[in-house]
């Protein structure tokens, strides 16, 4: 009985082969938990090349382009001057290697001469720029207006940077008045305008001049924006413009870091003063 239910369901008993595509589905790729779609990795790459495209621009070629620009200023030291000054000074560091200061003073242009030099003299609590007393006698010798700063640092006290800049700048009649460069971003802001307090308080009675704040307008909004400082003239930073916002009120402004004069092999920053010949000499050390 059985054996005829077999032959009649498969006649001629011819043995059933199952189809092994009709026993195996495609197997479908499945997904991995966490993966994005392409168009995310797309999106990324674009941007990650569009920062490291923008990065190198404005590391490397911003400078270089505004040469290019069309100069609505006078053009002084290979860049574009903002138009209405007329005292230009630099400022100089050991970056600038050794400088050949009666070049410098012979060449420096009956049109747009250098009438004042900023150097370097002390950073922290325990800096001092190699190329500081060279300079600083140089620039009096060849007939500069002078003047020293101190970058300071967020890592040591006002007092103990104050003093490192008292013992290694003596200035004199006739000298600008010291400079405390502030741009470094300290993890405690609290702190770090405190000991900037006791810093600038202790340069203005040891010169008996108001000290200069240089430093970049963000910064200063941001870490300097206390009554205390407006006190003091402030120096801006702010480069490749023709002009600065009229909400700043400036006694210097660093306009360009890429200034190129005889006897400095390498650029220079570029400064401006903002007054007459009258209000300059004022500001100068009487005694």
Known sequence: MAEATKKKNNPGGRKQKTSARRLSSPRKK???????PGWVYIVA?????SLAIAAVYYIFFRPYFYRFRPCYGERHYEICMPLGYSI???????????IDWEALKSGDGKSAPVQFVYMKATEGSDFTDKNFETNFASAKAQGFVRGAYHYFSPHSGGLAQANMFIKTVKLQKGDLPP???VEERPKDKQRFIQELKIFIAKIEEHYGVKPIIYSYKKYKEHYLSEPFF???????????????DENIEWLMWQCS???QLPGIE????????NGTQ??????LIKQ
């Open 266 to 273: 390498e650029n220079v920053d570029i400064n401006i003063f």
């Open 278 to 283: 009258e209000q300059f000499k004022s500001i």
């Open 45 to 49: 790459a674009t941007l990650v090349s």
């Open 30 to 36: 499945q997904k991995k938990q966490g993966d994005l």
């Open 257 to 259: 870091d890429i200034g």
């Open 230 to 244: 407006n006190k003091y003239p402030l120096w801006v930073a702010h480069y490749y413009v023709s002009k600065l």
């Open 88 to 98: 230009y000074g630099i400022d100089v560091s050991r970056h600038q290697g050794t």
């Open 179 to 181: 400079v405390v460069d």
